[in-house]
């Protein structure tokens, strides 16, 4: 029942996979930029500068850390794309040069 010849258990893993993976890219860039935002606040510019900038880098990398996250889904999804595009393309193909429609086609044996 699960392993059929199709494979939609195979499909339905790889699709969960490169779903989970957008995710991660969008969760991961706004923490790495939430975290250096953070850390300049807080650490870099009031020690070393005097500056007082909080909470201008933290809004502006959390802000950069969000486009980072959309721009590697668009990414993900533009490879998808291609790679959709070009498998299908070899799937016509390859379908169409194993039925010719001929009625001589035999077996092998």
Not at 9 to 29: F, I, N, R, W, Y
Not at 64 to 71: D, N, S
Not at 83 to 101: L, M
Request: glycine fraction near 12%; aromatic fraction near 12%; charge should be negative.
């Amino acid at each position: 029942m699960l392993f059929n010849k199709n494979d939609s258990l195979k499909d339905l893993l790889q699709v969960g996979g490169v779903a989970g993976t957008m995710g991660l890219h969008l969760v991961s860039a706004t923490v790495v930029g939430i975290a250096i935002g953070y850390w300049l606040d807080n650490k870099f510019f009031p020690v070393y500068l005097g500056w007082e900038t909080a909470p201008w880098c933290f809004v502006v990398f959390l802000f950069l850390g969000i486009v980072t996250g959309f721009k590697m889904v668009i990414e993900d999804t533009r490879r998808l794309q291609r790679e959709e595009e070009s498998g299908g393309n070899h799937a016509n193909q390859s379908s169409k040069q194993q039925d010719d429609g001929k009625a001589d086609d035999t077996p092998e044996g």
